[in-house]
């Protein structure tokens, strides 16, 4: 595997040093990608941080939901966006430009979700998302009921909260980090031929 530039400001570990699991993640991801992710790279330093991330971040955006990919990955790039994370939103940009199908609407979103051409529930999505994105968040209960009238059950709701503070939290952590995207994200899904 090729070395491209450090991952993290805080340094990552030789491919040699890796533990088998997140060397197995690697190869996986070389194979399937033609890359490793730099978050990977980043969070490798501390293997059961890498390990606690990663899972929850695929409970949230692979696991059981009735919210599509899509809908979760434009959630992560709203609230990234947001947050003004380079790495998130270049990522889950790609991500979903492809998943979402629909390479414009995924940059509106990543530009200012507030004007983008969102469907009715899309919109309500990310305005939630939002919402849970706000310094000093606490839910009430008429944005519960809103929310509910508006068609979504109460394990919808807590995975739009879920999905936007975990980015929020990954947002504050790339900043840390000085995470910066992987080059080959930013040409993912533009095309049809991607």
Same mark, same amino acid.
């Given at each position: 595997m090729e070395? #491209? /530039?450090p991952a993290s400001r805080f340094g990552e570990p030789s491919l040699d040093a890796? #533990?088998? &699991? @997140?060397r197995d993640i690697y190869e996986t991801n070389q194979t399937k990608l033609g890359f490793v992710p730099n978050v990977f790279r %980043?969070? =490798?330093?501390?293997? *059961?941080?890498?390990?606690?991330?990663?899972?929850?971040?695929?409970?949230?955006?692979? $696991?059981? /939901?009735? !919210?599509?990919? %899509?809908?979760? *990955?434009? @959630?992560?790039?709203?609230? /990234? /966006? *947001?947050n003004r994370c380079q790495y998130c939103m270049t990522a889950h940009g790609a991500a979903l430009r492809i !998943? $979402?199908? &629909? #390479?414009? !609407? =995924? *940059?509106? +979103? =990543?530009?200012?979700?507030?004007?983008?051409? !969102?469907t009715p529930r899309l919109r309500a999505i990310l305005t939630f998302a939002s919402r849970v994105n706000e310094p000093g968040f606490a839910a009430s209960d008429d944005e519960i009921g809103a929310l509910r009238a508006a068609g979504f059950s109460d394990d919808d709701i807590w995975d739009i909260a879920? +999905? %936007?503070a975990f980015f929020g939290f990954s947002n504050r952590m790339a900043g840390l980090m000085d995470m910066r995207p992987n080059a080959e994200f930013y040409a993912m899904g533009r095309d049809a031929t991607r």
């Open positions: 070395r #491209p /530039s890796l #533990p088998d &699991d @997140i %980043a969070y =490798a330093r501390r293997p *059961e941080h890498f390990r606690a991330f990663m899972h929850y971040h695929d409970v949230l955006m692979r $696991g059981p /939901s009735n !919210l599509s990919r %899509a809908e979760r *990955e434009a @959630i992560v790039v709203a609230v /990234s /966006s *947001e !998943l $979402g199908k &629909d #390479p414009l !609407l =995924a *940059e509106q +979103i =990543a530009n200012n979700w507030r004007t983008a051409d !969102l879920a +999905i %936007a």
